[in-house]
């Protein structure tokens, strides 16, 4: 165990635990912020997206002890009211059916976007691809992303 | 947007607390926190008090209604269209309703999400939820403007009298409530349908954007710890000894308990009791011989080969029709077991304390599963209170409580408050699969008809039921067949989304496209004629259409401009009816570095009304694709009882880039809505082997079809 500085959100937390502990733990059980969710463990279905310093990272695999000093965002932070544009246009299409995938979905596409602000067809379902819905909502997922892409 | 103006101040947690009569409260706190979006609509202001008109929904003394949902939510939106059907009848307008989701209550019936039969078997009920409160509404408003209640008309919440005179669901709400439940209530004609029909937002979209907590994972409740639950690594062991020395100095990790065959870990963080359980030593043996998949396939070919017992359905002598044929078309396909792979995996939170028990989490049946609890902790089933959640996807493995009843025995030796979370390997591992099958096929063509069919079903531990053996083309060729056989197996199999027809649409529609190639006729006019022949059938156990299905069959021809494709596109054929509706779905196929790619399928529905288009189609959209990632890449084999893959790195699952573009088009009707959540699965997989088929030549037998890598690549 040990102590940890964490800023989340644009809040600072200050956590107790074991240098192995993933982040998308420390985000649910430590500190209750549940948006972030589990999937798979091991990197492959993005449902534990977050962005570390603006860019998307899979949470599930990242040690606490390698995240400290460093600006974390959840899905509970992308915006202030919920109305990102991303936030928007998945309101927009009523891209969700189960809706677990989809806070992991958003911030993907909220961290493409900053990178890509107008992306083509092709390069939006390359960015969209590590993300996996099994509900298919991939369809709704592209039309979203452009979308905001335009309103960016 | 349904409620989007609707903002809560949903607390950070589901939190579960036990209310003064001893109840459940699950914080669904919306009633404190309504304020409208100024940039909208303004909803009703939040009431200061309810008046319950029936079980189904509340009105406050502001004309805000609150309708309950009493259906599981596993994505197929029932959440929003069961509502919306209540809402319809009442005469209120949406974005005034507020809606909230029931626990398993005895004031609902079949609360299942299932068999695709939420929106069809309630139909009624919901329809009878609203009238009954508009008949009362109407009711309380004659009598408090002195006027005829015949006379009085309802629309977004108010009703008015011919004079003109009028009074709002608030103004009356309370009287209403008073008022004699009439047994008899009028429907309003689909004409007038001013919500059914309209495309209405997910009642859940602002909550699921921000990340707010709606899903069973999400469930704390104080003084609650975390399971990890170690499991035997294979099918057929058990637990000789463990040592639990090193899980336990785990920081964090508080607790060892063995049950049955299993050890749970408990920790104060998921992480910590997954670490745990990881360092467990454990020491199994096989209580019974660890299978194989080769195994599994030579017992299911055995079956094949001669089909025993009665056969689910017989018409006419289909010997006699196969020893008079010019040929014998015979083909057998099949297909692995598969799990389900909810990306929220199977989880449950339960607090045991003396002979009662409060469970919240994802499940698709919480009436079973409130016996099954019982059973398990040995306590009386009334004492066992289940509260639903929104589910990270069901696909049927949410049918099976075994993991709530694995929670509720750990709750109850731990003595506090336990959420059980599997790992996506324990998920994965953990059984309950599609049952592997094969299925052989055959028809006899003489002087260029199709004059007898046989259909042999071989499954690991179960077969198909209900009126499957009825489908298509039952009741449309005088000779006709289908048996049943299984094989007995120690991996458990259960239902996984559309049972049987997931695979069988597809075998059954691959053979029709060959057989449409044998007779020198086109497949879709193939399907067309043989369906003439079911027009008019006075048998009751078939109850597909056969003008509903050449309906759909003839519309997606049309839309997808059938036998006119672009050159270098190939198209595929499939119809089929399941779960009540009819389905047609065309697939096109193009070339890339002569492979064949899926860029595109049409789909024609025929479900009758459709509650909330917005939503349906998104099923229609998800049940394609997830039928075509199957088709493609599901695979999934067993080595001496244990599973060749327990996470997404070896089990492919389809992705965004791989997902082809869908139209898709409703028959317009006024007949009741059927089943939407499955249908239009089962016939992916056959459309998709055809256009390759088409591109290629090639005819696939075997799903997943990655395997014929010089095909597909």
Not at chain 2, 273 to 281: D, E, F, M, R, V
Request: with cysteine; glycine share 10%.
């Amino acid at each position: 165990m040990a102590n940890y500085d964490l800023n989340i959100n644009g809040k600072n937390y200050s956590v107790d635990v074991d240098a192995d502990m993933p982040i998308l733990w420390v985000l649910r059980d430590t500190l209750g912020l549940v948006g972030t969710k589990y999937g798979c463990g091991i990197s492959q279905c993005g449902a534990c997206t977050i962005h570390l310093d603006g860019s998307a990272i899979r949470s599930c695999a990242l040690p606490v002890s390698n995240v400290a000093g460093k600006k974390i965002t959840t899905i509970e932070g992308l915006s202030k009211d919920g109305d990102h544009p991303v936030q928007n246009a998945w309101v927009e299409h009523d891209v969700p059916q189960c809706g677990y995938c989809q806070a992991g979905q958003i911030m993907t596409a909220a961290a493409f976007l900053n990178e890509n602000k107008k992306p083509s067809d092709e390069e939006i379902k390359k960015a969209m691809n590590g993300n996996i819905c099994r509900c298919g909502t991939y369809l709704r997922i592209r039309k979203a992303v452009k979308t905001a892409s335009e309103n960016i | 947007m349904a409620n989007k103006n609707l903002k809560t101040d949903r607390r950070s947690f589901i939190k579960v607390s036990t209310a003064a009569g001893g109840g459940l409260v699950l914080g669904f706190s919306w009633l404190s926190a309504c304020k409208a979006d100024a940039a909208l609509e303004v909803a009703k202001a939040m009431p200061a008090d309810w008046f319950d008109i029936n079980a189904f929904l509340k009105i406050g003394d502001t004309g805000l209604v609150s309708i309950v949902s009493p259906n599981p939510e596993i994505g197929q939106n029932v959440k929003t269209s069961m509502p919306m059907i209540i809402a319809e009848e009442l005469g209120v307008n949406w974005k005034d309703v507020i809606v909230e989701q029931a626990g398993l209550s005895k004031d609902f019936d079949r609360q299942v999400a299932g068999g695709s039969q939420s929106i069809r078997s309630t139909w009624d009920t919901l329809r009878k939820a609203g009238a009954t409160a508009r008949h009362m509404l109407v009711s309380a408003a004659a009598e408090t403007m002195e006027v005829e209640a015949s006379e009085c008309s309802v629309e977004n919440g108010v009703i008015t009298h011919s004079s003109g005179k009028s009074v709002t669901f608030g103004e009356v709400a309370s009287l209403a409530a008073t008022q004699i439940v009439p047994e008899k209530v009028s429907f309003k004609s689909p004409g007038d349908y001013k919500i059914i029909g309209t495309d209405r937002t997910n009642v859940d979209i602002k909550d699921i954007v921000e990340g707010k907590p709606l899903f069973g994972i999400d469930t704390r409740k104080e003084g609650m710890l975390y399971a990890s639950v170690l499991r035997p690594p294979s099918f057929g062991q058990s637990l000789v000894s463990y040592d639990d020395t090193e899980a336990k100095n785990v920081s964090g990790v508080s607790e060892v308990i063995r049950f049955g065959d299993k050890i749970a870990v408990l920790g104060n963080s998921n992480w910590a009791a997954i670490k745990g359980k990881k360092l467990l030593q454990a020491n199994w043996k096989h209580d019974s011989q660890g299978e194989s998949s080769p195994e599994h396939s030579a017992s299911l070919s055995a079956i094949l080969k001669k089909p025993k017992g009665e056969a689910l359905r017989k018409d006419g002598d289909v010997k006699k029709a196969f020893a008079d044929a010019d040929i014998v078309l015979d083909r057998t396909y099949e297909a692995p077991f598969l799990p389900h792979n909810c990306l929220e995996p199977m989880n449950f939170m339960a607090s045991v304390e003396g002979d009662k028990c409060i469970a919240v989490g994802p499940i698709q049946t919480p009436g079973w599963t409130q016996n099954r609890i019982a059973k398990a902790i040995g306590v009386e089933p009334e004492n066992v209170s289940i509260q639903l959640t929104r589910m990270g996807g069901g696909f049927g493995r949410r049918l099976y409580g075994d993991f709530a009843e694995e929670v509720a025995m750990i709750s109850q030796k731990a003595g506090v408050p336990i959420q059980l979370l599997y790992t996506r390997e324990d998920d994965m591992t953990a059984g309950m699969y599609r049952p592997a099958s094969k299925y052989r096929i055959q028809a006899s063509v003489k002087d260029g008809k199709m004059t007898g069919y046989r259909l042999t079903e071989a499954a690991i531990n179960s077969n198909m039921f209900g009126s499957i053996p009825h489908y298509f083309p039952a009741g449309c060729v005088e000779n006709y067949e289908v048996f049943g056989g299984k094989s007995e197996s120690n991996i458990t199999t259960g239902a996984w989304r559309a049972p049987y027809t997931n695979f069988l649409a597809c075998a059954e529609q691959s053979f029709f496209d060959e057989l449409s190639a044998e007779l020198k006729i086109d497949p879709v006019q193939l399907r067309l004629d043989l369906l003439e022949n079911v027009i008019g059938s006075t048998d009751e156990d078939i109850e597909y259409s056969g003008e509903r299905m050449q309906g759909v069959i003839r519309l997606a021809a049309e839309k997808s401009g059938w036998g006119k494709a672009k050159d270098g596109v190939y198209q595929g054929f499939s119809a089929y009816y399941s779960h009540n509706t009819h389905v047609a779905e065309v697939a096109e196929v193009v070339l890339e570095e002569n492979r064949p790619v899926v860029k595109k399928v049409y789909c024609v529905v025929d479900c009758g009304i459709v509650v909330n288009p917005l939503a349906a189609k998104n099923q229609v959209e998800g049940g394609i694709i997830d039928g075509i990632g199957h088709a493609m890449y599901g695979d999934f084999a067993f080595d001496k009882g244990k599973p060749s893959a327990s996470n997404f790195d070896k089990y492919r699952l389809i992705r965004n880039i791989e997902a082809p573009e869908v139209e898709v088009h409703f028959v317009k009707n006024e007949l009741s809505p059927t089943g939407l959540g499955e249908p239009s699965l089962p016939p992916a997989g056959g459309a998709v082997a055809n256009a390759i088929a088409a591109a290629t030549g090639n005819r696939f037998y075997k799903q997943p079809f990655i395997q014929y890598t010089d095909i597909i690549g």
